[in-house]
Nanobody, 115 residues
Framework: QVQLIESGGGLVQAGGSLRLSCAASGRTFSMYHMGWFRQAPGKEREFVARIAWLDGKTYYADSVKGRFTISRDSAKNTVALQMNNMKPEDTANYYC????????WGQGTQVTVSS
């Protein structure tokens, strides 16, 4: 099992920036990849971005491409999501996830973007 703790959520105006962080502990050698998902009220959870743990290759949802950047610090077992030029539709609870099949999840951190 991998334990994940997110931080960095909050309130930001449209066009602003936020940075989310996720710290992993436990069986981190099994993570394979880490990523971010989000869930807005009344909507299903959706994929935002992921990063391969070994080679750092990144993947993004079309809705955030060019605005969000995912990065990792392998030595510290952390992953970050830098969110720029934020939009009201980015408002959601953001979850960190890890492991093949996304078998490990954090508790989530709320991000609110005001117009």
């Amino acid at each position: 099992q991998v334990q994940l703790i997110e931080s960095g959520g909050g309130l930001v105006q449209a066009g602003g920036s936020l940075r989310l962080s996720c710290a992993a502990s436990g069986r981190t050698f099994s993570m394979y990849h880490m990523g971010w998902f989000r869930q807005a009220p009344g909507k299903e959870r959706e994929f935002v971005a992921r990063i391969a743990w070994l080679d750092g290759k990144t993947y993004y949802a079309d809705s955030v491409k060019g605005r969000f950047t995912i990065s990792r610090d392998s030595a510290k077992n952390t992953v970050a999501l830098q969110m720029n030029n934020m939009k009201p539709e980015d408002t959601a609870n953001y979850y960190c996830a890890a492991g093949a099949g996304w078998s490990n999840w954090g508790q989530g951190t709320q991000v609110t973007v005001s117009s």
